[in-house]
C-alpha cells in the first residue's frame, strides 16, 4: 500500500548507491533546483505519442530509453519523440539482463540500437551515450564495458511500480521523492502509456510549485552546470 512506500529509506538507499557508484548517475546535483523525468520501455505504437502530447502540453522535456526493436517497429514515433525535443537514449535491444549476455553479443545489439535510433532520427551515433540497463541489473564487468564502450550508465531514485497500482499511489511516490536531482522513472511501453500520463499530467505541476525544472540527463551530467 501507498502507506508502506517508506521515501526517506529508499532515499537513503540511492544516496548510498551514488556514493558507491559515483560513474552511475543515481541522481544529480542537489543543490541545483532540477529534476529528470525518464522514460522506459518505448517506442509504443499508440502510448507513446499520447505521452508526447502531454509533455508538449505540460511544457517539459524529458529523456526516453529506448528499446531497439521496437525502434525498428516504430521509427516514425521515435522521429516524433525526437522532434519534440526530448533525449534519445539506449535501454537495450531485447529486454534481457546484461550481466547474462556475452558481452560481444551486448555491444553487436547495443551498436545495432544506438545506429536504428540514429539513421532514424538523422543524428550522429555518438550523440547517443546515456544507457539504462533493463530491470537495473548491472555487474562491475557490466560497468567496465559499457564504460570502454562509451556508454553513460544511468540509473534512478525513483520507480514506482505504476503498471500493478493505483495511479494515486504512483503519484504519490514520485512526489515523496521530488527533489533538486531527482531522476524519475516511468514505462511507455507494455500498454502503461495512458496510465503514465495520467500520473505525468496529475504530477508535473505539483513538482513546478516546488520550483524544479525538468531537464534531460544529458543536461544534469553537463559538467558546465557543475
Known sequence: MAGDYDG??????????????????????????EIALTFDDGPHRQDTPRLLDMLT???????????????????????QIHQCGHQLALHC??????????????????????NVIAETCDIAPEQIRDLRPPYGAFTRK??????????????????????????????????????????IVLHDGHGHGRRVTEIVEAVV???????????????????RKQ
Open 142 to 183: 557490466t560497468i567496465s564495458l559499457l564504460r570502454t564502450w562509451g556508454y553513460r550508465l544511468v540509473m534512478w531514485n525513483c520507480i514506482p511500480p505504476h503498471w500493478m497500482q493505483p495511479i494515486r499511489w504512483s503519484s504519490h511516490q514520485v512526489m515523496d521523492a521530488a527533489a533538486p536531482g531527482s531522476v
Open 57 to 79: 502540453k505540460q511544457n517539459v522535456r524529458a529523456t526516453f530509453f529506448l528499446v531497439g526493436h521496437s525502434v525498428e517497429q516504430y521509427p516514425d514515433v521515435v522521429q
Open 8 to 33: 526517506k529509506m529508499l532515499q537513503r538507499f540511492y544516496d548510498l548507491a551514488q556514493r558507491r557508484y559515483p560513474e552511475i548517475l543515481f541522481h544529480g546535483d542537489p543543490s541545483r533546483p
Open 93 to 114: 535491444y531485447q529486454h534481457t539482463p546484461f550481466p547474462l549476455a556475452n558481452p560481444s553479443a551486448l555491444q553487436s545489439q547495443l551498436e545495432r540500437t544506438r
Open 205 to 223: 505541476p505539483r513538482i513546478k510549485s516546488l520550483g524544479l525544472e525538468f531537464i534531460t540527463v544529458e543536461e544534469m551530467q553537463d559538467p
